[in-house]
């Protein structure tokens, strides 16, 4: 698709019937010009972003249904599939350079360090995996979390990984320290689906509820609501190039688009005033706050003017 601000401007550009059964992830190479897809088939394809070309198959990848996929560099990606397997693939070589089942369950959600050299793998049975891509060999497993891990985010300029769990919490991990989670933070949440990071200490997260919630880490808060698909559990996010705008997709079969600019001038301090539990949560645009059909449109009225007087306590 092509996406645009301006009302009626979106359009499909092409679409790909190439894969026999769902298609569980795509993602766009680093330099724009290529798009991975992978699917409950097994295959993994590589078409042209402009015509959406099948430029190339691997059918049967790997021995169980493919679940996500992560470029790392022009000529190597990553693979994860349901049995917990992981391939590293290079094009140029048109093969698998490193295979790896260390983890019992689905692999969920992938990351990459700045350098391409380090490969996290976050799992269903609630374990990261620690790989290392440069010399292509297992590193290390870290202990199990509660509920299923899934997602993995780098922040702190790469000092910390967050991991989101099907049971609401996000795990923080110290980089030098995987085995063990140094840091947990419950989300009133069902869960944590989805989670991408905005700036080195904010992450957006979706959730079964269908509400997108922005958090700061370390100090762990959550800031505000950014927007909802209503009552829809959300499969997906992601950030546009340049940070502006975020990308959310349901069960509702939308995809919505959310402007996230101001986060990225807030800044956190660990001083907050005490607010009351249970309370709304804060809206982070107009969009989130809603026009009335949303379900904070009852809790707002009340809750009003206890929300200006502290709206600068973060």
Excluded at 4 to 33: I, P
Excluded at 161 to 170: K, L, P, R, Y
Excluded at 292 to 304: I, K, M, S, T, V
Aim: hydrophobic share 35%; aromatic share 6%; net charge negative.
């Amino acid at each position: 698709y092509s996406y645009s601000c301006t009302e009626g401007e979106n359009r499909q550009l092409w679409s790909s019937g190439h894969h026999l059964k769902s298609c569980r992830d795509v993602a766009f190479s680093q330099d724009g010009q290529k798009l991975f897809t992978v699917s409950k088939d097994k295959s993994v394809h590589v078409l042209t972003v402009e015509e959406g070309r099948l430029e190339t198959r691997f059918p049967k990848a790997h021995s169980s249904a493919l679940n996500c996929v992560l470029p790392i560099d022009n000529h190597i990606f990553a693979t994860g599939d349901d049995g917990g397997a992981l391939k590293v693939w290079d094009l140029r070589k048109g093969d698998a350079i490193l295979e790896a089942r260390q983890q019992e369950e689905y692999i969920s959600a992938m990351a990459v360090d700045g350098n391409g050299k380090i490969l996290l793998t976050a799992s269903g049975d609630g374990t990261l995996g620690v790989f290392n891509v440069k010399r292509r060999r297992f590193e290390l497993l870290s202990e199990p979390q509660n509920g299923d891990l899934t997602s993995v985010v780098l922040l702190k300029r790469g000092k910390k990984v967050a991991c989101g769990s099907s049971e609401g919490t996000i795990y923080l991990f110290n980089w030098d320290g995987f085995g063990a989670a140094s840091d947990r933070f419950a989300l009133r949440a069902e869960s944590v689906d989805c989670m991408v990071p905005i700036t080195d200490s904010i992450v957006c997260v979706g959730s079964l509820d269908g509400v997108i919630r922005a958090v700061n880490v370390l100090p762990s808060r959550v800031l505000g609501c950014v927007g909802q698909h209503l009552g829809e559990p959300i499969e997906q996010l992601a950030v546009a190039p340049g940070g502006q705008l975020l990308a959310s997709c349901a069960h509702d079969q939308k995809v919505k688009f959310w402007d996230v600019s101001a986060l990225r001038g807030l800044v956190v301090d660990d001083y907050r005033k005490k607010k009351k539990k249970g309370g709304p949560l804060r809206a982070l645009s107009s969009k989130a706050a809603g026009s009335g059909e949303d379900f904070f449109a009852d809790l707002r009225d009340e809750a009003e003017p206890e929300a200006a007087a502290g709206s600068d306590s973060d």
